[in-house]
């Protein structure tokens, strides 16, 4: 007889109602309760049996123990202590899973694969996210510079497409440049409600970040940077001038604004949402040298 995964309607239900288990919607709890999906996810992480895992949000083990059966080694962590037990339960039979009781936005992910991993693992992040944190948590795995090749997430539709978007496009902002600076982001499963449980209210789709070893353009000031991209999608029906003038008020004339976009070979009536992520990496260097430094 074959096994029965966690990922099957009728395990999860029986789980839940073994334990007596209600689902917190503040956690973003929507477990995955189709093994197909979860076969999917894992083969485009591209994991095999010599790499790592690390997951967020195992919930009751079903992607866990998909991650268990073609990992070398899985690390999970789970905020929530309701669900402590269950896994203990449901991956008892697998030797190379460590649950980790805690909030992924707090952990020393750094220190953990340290202490978890072979040195030199080829590590991915696979993960079925909380959406409520969904940003969040990518931009600190990205932020933090961790060794890890990839990280593919299940992820709100909507956000996994303005991550993944290019210029010229409604989802395109300062979300994609922030994320596409660190990483090479694309799209590679979009993903109907029905594979989960409870059902959530919006379409997803599992999005692949591929860590950058090199950042993809030349900035010499990156929270400069990112302060005028940001800037520049204030107001997204507005012109980069415009955006521009409201950003650099207090430090800048329009006209030294004005001279400056054409060094940088900008027509300030365009949109911010035209400008590629060279475009703003030269356009950033070429303001910052200016401003007055305090
Ligand atoms: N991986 C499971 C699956 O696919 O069936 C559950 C995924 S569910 C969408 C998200 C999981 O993340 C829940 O188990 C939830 O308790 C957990 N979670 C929510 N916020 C978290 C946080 N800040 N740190 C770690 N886990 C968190």
Redesign the pocket.
Known sequence: MSKKYI?TPSRTKELLNKYGFAF?KS??????IDVNVLEKIIHQAGITEKTGAI??????????EQLAIHADKVVA????QR?LPILEETLGDYNNVEVIH????KADVNEVIKTHFKEDQDIHVV?????Y?TTP?LMKLVHDRLPVTSLTV?IQKEVAERMAAVPNTKSYGSLSIAVQYYTEARIVLNVPKQVFMPQPNVDSSVLKLVMRKEAPVQVDNEDFFFELIQASFALRRKTLRNNLNKFLNNKLEKQQIEALLEEAAIDGSRRGETLTMDEFANLANIIYRELPKS
Do not use: R, V, W
Request: hydrophobic content about 50%; glycine content about 12%.
């Open positions: 990922a917190k956690l973003g709890q929507n477990f995955l997951e967020i949000g195992p919930g009751m083990g079903a992607l866990t962590f789970e905020i929530d669900l805690q909030d992924i936005l993960a079925n996210l909380p959406y944190i948590i299940m």
